[in-house]
């Protein structure tokens, strides 16, 4: 790929400066019509050291809005994002729709930096990513500018004679240029396995830096033209036939337990996770933990129990509505990415990403196609979290439509309990069988060996809340085991 | 203050217990009655180390939904938060209306350690900030757990016989305790400059665990009270009589420029920006650059030449609308202190925190009292950016109402300029007047010494990008040399 480029391509002053004018009159409209079609714009820029990637950026951006872009440095590794899975720093600085992204920088330093046996998993994660961004409609564009080894030597030493510039000219990066060779055979492989039809990597032949900004441009808004006629590929979501079982039906709604056994497991149970609240902070093990449940199941009153005993700087709840803001202009997995626990904390989510597949399957707020590559995004996302360490334990509280009906009545009938009902909990309920279908194929689908569901019983809250505290400790548990 | 305590306070297990149900019956009611009411609850706990803090925290929050309070940490300094002014760290992570947030640690901290000369000034910005707050219809509450010297010292001992908690109390902490009396004077001191009416501070006598409680629920809850019955007392703004000019009428709009000398003065002040740009890295200056102006004043195209010739490193423009989500749900300054620069970079805000004089305004989407106390607030904030180091320019794009008219039909004329007029250019249009004196008034009120408007006389734009870039350029240089 890199070893075909023409590095001796190059365009004259007079041709540059009128294909320049036109092409940012083009840029400029189309970042226009982009903010328009609310399409996300993330432009990666990778390349040799001195190969002009500060110079092509500035180029590039001159004839845009500047409301419209922001430019990332992720040259440097922030500490902070070390307590984090390795793809959170860039999820959580990703443009939002119709706005243009910029990174210098990027997570491909990790696919040019893996030891030989991690490189092919960084590279199915790099993929999993991009293919995730762009089925949702952004546009990803990758430079790698290219030098030859002979042409870095002789910037470096160009910039060592100009006393402006010589000190950016570090030990370092002659140490990494006497590597040249081998890790232009890194880089390579990695392009190759990073390059896609639905994000292609572009290499720009950057010896002659009028013929690279202009190269820049011209992809650029070629690539924009393309994702504005929508000629970009989206994956098609496939999925495997449904086994024809019904794992909600098979829940025993009948199971209990007595006060005495409750109060005394509780508080047990309590000290218990307590305990390992404390122990997963030093090897910094993140702990997620997601309730799911019918409306009147008992999730606040449960998620109350289980951080009863905590210390109140180790955990956190985030209760999840209808996406809001921001939250709204972004991937929808955007804001969870954001509310990930750090390393050695736990969050509790209160409610989800399995919206998704959820409320937005059932009241048809995302078209099909969308909620049904949820599943595996869904997977790939909980699998992500799972190989950076953390802890995920996912719980579905069920009850019967009978028992909902009770507490409902319940909850109108108690003074104090009255806010906790409204129309649109009824209105809910008359979907039971749309919502129980929804229930039964999320678990079905993204039940993993490493991410799996648990259904709690739940028409008894002490049983249920017992089973949720027992699951979570056993999970902590075996993850400090390993 | 605190020599006053009566530290034998106590309560029997009892008598705490059956007070303590009812307590935490009557939070868990107030609870949803703030978050119904959408006030924000800001609760600080500071105190003597080993008194008890942690535990209260614990307490306090055992009734309450989980998901709807946060824990804050400040008992260490973030080194991050040392490239803002003091108060961002705490601005940036206040609650949002309806919501608790509890500080363990807070802005205190800074005022128990301030050294004699800079004391009565921290306090000032305290009781601005928790003032702004009050004001705005948070909840402010404060508390101080007080034990004796030799308490201290009983409780350091037990834990250091303890194998569990040995490990907490370190050397730092028996130095401290030998300063006791040295800092009791300091904490008096700083808690009486800051017991305000709207925000008092609540001192509670801490040898007995049961009794601290029970007080800080109960100051709480009746603290709660007084707020839902809008008994806390807000600030009636209190604005000196406007005098008899008129700021806008004084600028000479025929002031231009000719195109040779544009060419020049324009690439000769990128330059100087580009280098000033470079030189406020090192000493950590942050740089904020506010643009307002009439629709159609040209400010866009002013920020592009402004930002130009810039490193894309070293700058962003944040374009200022309407607030949305999360910004709606909290203080209106909330979303700016978000988007402040970091000592180091320059910050263009494309409209900002003074639509709460302007569109607020005219458009009556803010009550009366609330913008008019603005004015000082917008002060105070630019006070505190400027007191911790800042360059602070603001902008104020001044067009002819016939110059407007002609822009508006130039673009409803021109195909690609056709997306810059919409039926919202032409409906503000129609309030000129309203404007005017809504221009005239903010830049009498909040136009001070060390942040004075600059008023552009933007009906030629090339006279207008000059201004604004050389306005600049001296306002850093003045600052580099101070």
Known sequence: MLESLDLDAKISKEAYRSARDELDIRLATLQRAVRDAGKPVIIV????????????????????????????????????????????????????????????????????????????RVYEQIRLFERQLTDSGAVVLKFWMHIS???????????????????????????????????????????????????????????????????????????LDAALESRVKRTTPRLPALPKVDPLGRVDLRLSMEADDYQKKLSKLQKRLFELELSIYV?????????????????????????????????????????LGEEKTHHYLWRFWKHLPKGGHITLFDRSWYGRVLVERVEKLTPEADWQRAYEEIREFECEQIEAGAVLVKFWIH?????????????EQTPHKQWKITEEDWRNRAKWDQYY???????????????????????????????ALQTVCEAIEKRIKR
């Open 149 to 223: 080894k002979k042409e870095q030597a002789q910037r470096f030493k160009k910039m060592e004679k100009d006393p402006a510039q010589a000190w950016m000219v570090k030990k370092g990066d002659w140490q990494r240029h006497n590597q040249y060779e081998r890790r232009l055979k890194r880089v390579e492989e990695a392009l190759t396995a990073t390059s896609t039809d639905y994000s292609p990597w572009i290499a720009i032949p950057s010896h002659d830096a009028r013929y690279a900004a202009l190269r820049i441009g011209e992809e650029m808004a070629a690539r």
């Open 283 to 323: 090897p910094r093990i993140p702990v997620i933990i997601v309730y799911e449940g019918w409306d009147a199941s008992g999730k606040g009153g449960n998620i109350k129990r289980l951080v009863a005993g905590l210390d109140h700087r180790g955990f956190e709840v985030i209760p999840v509505g209808a996406p």
């Open 45 to 120: 820029f990778e390349g040799w050291e001195a190969s002009g990637i500060g110079t092509s950026i500035s180029r590039l951006l001159a004839p845009l809005d500047p409301r419209g872009y922001k430019v990332h440095n992720f040259v440097k590794i922030d500490p902070e994002s070390l307590y984090y899975p390795p793809m959170w720093s860039y999820w959580v600085t990703l443009p939002a729709n119709g706005e243009i992204g910029i990174f210098d920088g990027s997570w491909y330093r990790r696919a040019f930096e893996a030891g030989r046996g991690g490189r092919e």
């Open 399 to 411: 009850i019967s439509k009978d028992e909902q009906l009770k507490r409902f009545q319940q909850r």
């Open 437 to 467: 279908a929804a229930v039964n194929e999320m678990i079905l689908r993204t039940s993993t060996e490493s991410a799996p569901w648990t259904v709690v019983e739940g028409n008894q809250k002490w049983y249920a809340r017992i089973k």
